[in-house]
């Protein structure tokens, strides 16, 4: 069983930088990966970045260049740092972590909402 517990939501303006924290507890293996996703109203769940245990990325394709994921694998920690945030970044951030050995195991936190807005 895993706990996630994410942090780090607000308002902002266009243009602003947030910076999230998600903060995993329990039977969480190492090599497990860690990452974001985000929703919008009326929208499906869609992934917003992910990294593994090696180091390697994944990015969304609308959030390239603009956020970074990094992750503390010592306090089993995920972070997102948000910047050059856009109306269209608008949405409920989760926390996600996800491993497989004899099936996969994927845990959700509650989700931390953050709006871009003038």
């Known amino acids: 069983q895993v706990q996630l517990v994410e942090s780090g939501g607000g308002l902002v303006q266009p243009g602003e930088s947030l910076r999230l924290s998600c903060a995993a507890s329990?039977?969480?293996?190492?090599?497990?990966?860690m990452g974001w996703y985000r929703q919008a109203p009326g929208k499906q769940r869609e992934l917003v970045a992910t990294?593994?245990?090696?180091?390697?990325?994944n990015y969304a394709d609308s959030v390239k260049g603009r956020f970074t994921i990094s992750r503390d694998n010592a306090k089993k920690t995920v972070y997102l740092q948000m910047d050059s945030l856009k109306p269209e970044d608008t949405a409920v951030y989760y926390c996600?972590?996800?491993?497989?050995?004899?099936?996969?195991?994927?845990?959700w936190g509650q989700g931390t909402q953050v709006t871009v807005s003038s």
């Open positions: 996600n972590v996800r491993w497989k050995t004899l099936r996969e195991y994927t845990y």
């Open positions: 329990g039977s969480m293996p190492i090599f497990a990966t």
């Open positions: 990294k593994a245990i090696d180091g390697s990325t």
